[in-house]
């Protein structure tokens, strides 16, 4: 499949593309395309880095006279599912923007272990930080073509046993590889834009009310899937919600951001 990666819109925070983008808030997997490839992350980095805490301190953001987030402080523990629960317009959302570099803060710091995440090459850190968005964001051509988008660029193999085995993981099987993606409903679109996450094998999925837009049989189905990448896998998840009862069912730990402050909430 060919994709017309022409740059039609660039500012400082998003890259768009024509005929492919459909929404300015766009996947991590597209943000990064227009940017210099840098040396992959190799199997002992990632190892080393499994292993440690991401420790967000005093992380603060304005957008024109308006406080987003305030000296937000917090850290992540290896294989925990750490949610982050809030109104709308709280800065959910911006807060995992920054994590992932898709956005700068105005002041603060993030490390894992040693490293300062705001000093790294962000296809660096996009690597090891995924961002999965509120709306999927499928793009032209067959399910199995978003699923390779990533790899192929990144320069990774990706086998078609591998390719069958993390479509029917997240719930889907492998004839929906040959689907016109666009074609699919939201849940399965949700379900497919987090397989094209793990392909990346990332550190911490970050992801952003995953289902707001899911009916309820749908959320069971993604928040059952969760649970499972949590305990087979042991991947580490930080996901924001408005929904406090979901937050409930899924979260190890559970903060409240409200009014651009982070604090304990009590499940």
Known sequence: MEINYRLFRRNKNIFSYEGIIKQKEISIIIDVIYMPKVSLVSKEELSRLKNERLVVRDISKRFDNKVIL?????????????IIVGPSGSGKSTLLKILCRLIEPDSGQIKL??????????????RILTYVAQIPVMFEGTVRDNLLLAPRYLGLHVSEDELVKIIEEVGLNKSFLDMIADNLSVGEKQRVALARALLLDPLILLLDEPTSHLDPENTRILEDLIISLNKRRE??????????????RLGDRVLRLDNGELKEFKV
Not at 235 to 248: E, G, P, R, S
Request: overall charge positive.
């Open 235 to 248: 991947k580490t998840f930080l996901i924001v919600t408005h929904d406090y009862n979901q937050a409930k």
């Open 70 to 82: 305030r000296k937000i402080t917090f850290s992540i523990n290896p294989g925990e599912i750490l």
């Open 113 to 126: 272990g040693s490293i300062n995440i705001l000093e790294q090459d962000v296809l660096f850190v996009r």
